[in-house]
């Protein structure tokens, strides 16, 4: 079956970076692509982008560009997100999420969620 | 972008109700690509609807989704415990895939 199993808990500085990791299986890697989605404390979903294993293709949202980065490793099936000068209200849970970029699909299968919280 | 406007913010029923739940977008989505969510406190969102209206697989035949261009509809006829929860619409036929913020239905 399907599965997408995210790296743990974070906790980390003002300015700091994180890098998530999002471990998948159950299918064929390169065939679909990674999206992540961020959700802060009692709010909603808000999608960063999307990587396509495939080719490293990546589509990141005007509000995180030059401070994300999306990557994978083909070798592992992992798929990470790097997100770079932490402020406080980066505070959030990160999701991925199977996507497949460029075609309209819904988002069927997601991980379990990262918490990262930055404080000082 | 495609911006999604969710109402309301929050829905107060009882079990057995039914509860309409209105998803209002920016622009015209593509093809209906609209799918819905449903999400529980400490766990991932769970698809229910893709395409305006086609339930997600082992999704319960009293979730049902309506709608095209504009302006879409989940409903959820006779409400169970285990549906009250935040439950979000996605446009995803075009870039960036937004969602809306959310409707609580919470227990009256």
């Known amino acids: 079956q399907v599965q997408l199993v995210q790296s743990g808990a974070e906790v980390k500085n003002p300015g700091a970076s994180v890098k998530v990791s999002c471990k998948a299986s159950?299918?064929?890697?390169?065939?679909?692509?990674i999206a992540w989605v961020r959700q802060a404390p009692g709010q909603g979903l808000e999608w960063m982008g999307w990587?396509?294993?495939?080719?490293?293709?990546?589509n990141y949202t005007e509000k995180f560009q030059g401070r994300v980065t999306m990557t994978t490793d083909t070798s592992t099936s992992t798929a990470y997100m790097e997100l770079r000068s932490l402020r406080s209200d980066d505070t959030a849970v990160f999701y991925c999420?199977?996507?497949?970029?460029?075609?309209?699909?819904?988002?069927?299968?997601w991980g379990q969620g990262t918490l990262v919280t930055v404080s000082s | 972008e495609i911006v999604l406007t969710q109402s309301p913010a929050t829905l107060s029923l009882s079990p057995g109700e039914r509860a309409t739940l209105s998803c209002r977008a920016s622009?015209?989505?593509?093809?209906?690509?609209l799918a819905w969510y449903q999400q529980k406190p400490g766990q991932a969102p769970r698809l229910l609807i893709y395409?305006?209206?086609t339930r997600a697989t082992g999704i319960p035949d009293r979730f049902s989704g309506s709608g095209s261009g504009t302006d879409f509809t989940l409903t959820i006829r006779r409400l169970e415990p285990e549906d009250f929860a935040v439950y979000y619409c996605?446009?995803?036929?075009?870039?960036?895939?937004?969602f809306g913020q959310g409707t609580k239905l919470e227990i009256k």
């Open positions: 999420a199977r996507d497949l970029p460029g075609l309209p699909v819904a988002f069927t299968y």
């Open positions: 159950g299918y064929s890697f390169t065939t679909f692509g």
């Open positions: 990587i396509t294993p495939s080719n490293g293709n990546t």
């Open positions: 622009q015209s989505v593509s093809s209906s690509y």
């Open positions: 395409g305006a209206s």
């Open positions: 996605q446009q995803y036929g075009t870039s960036p895939r937004t």
